[in-house]
């Protein structure tokens, strides 16, 4: 009978953890939760750069189809000088997107747009590029967006028609 009441009292010390093993469990469960931790602080803040990078696309490319409809508005008719517009289609069509359409504005605070255009002859002597890009202002680090840039064609809407305009006038 000894041996039986000693064989029940080791039976009954191991139904428990020891302080150890709790610690180690507690170690393991610590570490586990702090990489996991991580990992939604860099999920966090790709997905803020996500929604920072499509608010600025979203603003140029409703700035870019604005810029279209003005192309699509000016035609040959409503030209106030026809000759100068014929002479450098191009230019001409900057310098009327310059003064009509306003530049666009970021919707996110510590960025800028800006908005180029560019003509050149020896490029393209029909195709005017628009030249966007965001970039962060106030340095924060923590986003890694900026400079970028995206770039437009415009063809100008009334070309067409200096062209036509111009074979019929050759003798």
Do not use: W
């Not at 409809?69 to 026809?82: G, I, V």
């Not at 504005?105 to 195709?127: K, L, M, W």
């Amino acid at each position: 009978m000894a041996l039986s009441r000693s064989y029940a009292h080791k039976r009954h010390k191991s139904h428990g953890f020891t302080l150890v093993e709790v610690l180690v469990a507690g170690v393991i469960m610590a570490a586990a939760m702090a990489a996991f931790a991580r990992f939604n602080m860099v999920a966090l803040a790709n997905s803020r750069s996500q929604e920072i990078r499509a608010n600025l696309e979203m603003v140029i490319n409703n700035d870019a189809q604005e810029l279209q409809r003005y192309d699509t508005q000016l035609s040959y008719a409503s030209l106030s000088d026809p000759d100068a517009a014929c002479a450098n289609p191009l230019e001409y069509l900057a310098q009327h997107l310059t003064e009509q359409a306003p530049a666009p504005v970021s919707p996110v605070p510590g960025f800028n747009i800006t908005r180029e255009f560019i003509h050149d002859i020896q490029i393209s002597a029909y195709t005017l590029y628009t030249k966007y890009t965001f970039k962060n202002d106030t340095n924060i680090s923590s986003l890694a967006l900026g400079p970028e840039h995206r770039v437009f064609e415009i063809s100008p809407n009334f070309a067409a028609q200096c062209i036509t305009l111009q074979s019929t006038n050759v003798p």
